[in-house]
């Protein structure tokens, strides 16, 4: 059984930073794929940003220059960067790990981004 555990949502001011931590623990592969979703009201639910365990990145237009998705693989953690938020980087943030057998789902962490 895999687990997946976010951390480090909060509310913050426009324009300010916040650093969200991503905890993996079970059976993790050396081979996979973590990445931060996020889900506005309303809306769906979209990619941020992922990373392989070979380290190649992926990031959404709308983040790209502003979050940095890193992770370490002997600690199965992943983390999210995140500077000069926005109000429309306000969702709930998601963290995911694929890997052969199976895509698993954090509880979600909620970020607020407002004044």
């Known amino acids: 059984q895999v687990q997946v555990v976010e951390s480090g949502g909060d509310l913050v001011q426009p324009g300010g930073s916040l650093r969200l931590s991503c905890a993996a623990s079970g059976i993790i592969f050396r081979v996979s794929v973590m990445g931060w979703y996020r889900q506005a009201p309303r809306k769906q639910r979209e990619l941020v940003a992922s990373?392989?365990?070979?380290?190649?990145?992926n990031y959404a237009d709308s983040v790209r220059g502003r979050f940095t998705i890193s992770r370490d693989n002997a600690k199965n953690t992943a983390f999210l960067q995140m500077n000069s938020l926005k109000p429309e980087d306000t969702a709930i943030y998601f963290c995911?790990?694929?890997?052969?057998?199976?895509?698993?789902w954090g509880q979600g962490t909620q970020v607020t981004v407002s004044s």
């Open positions: 995911n790990l694929a890997q052969i057998g199976g895509t698993y």
């Open positions: 990373i392989s365990s070979s380290g190649i990145t």
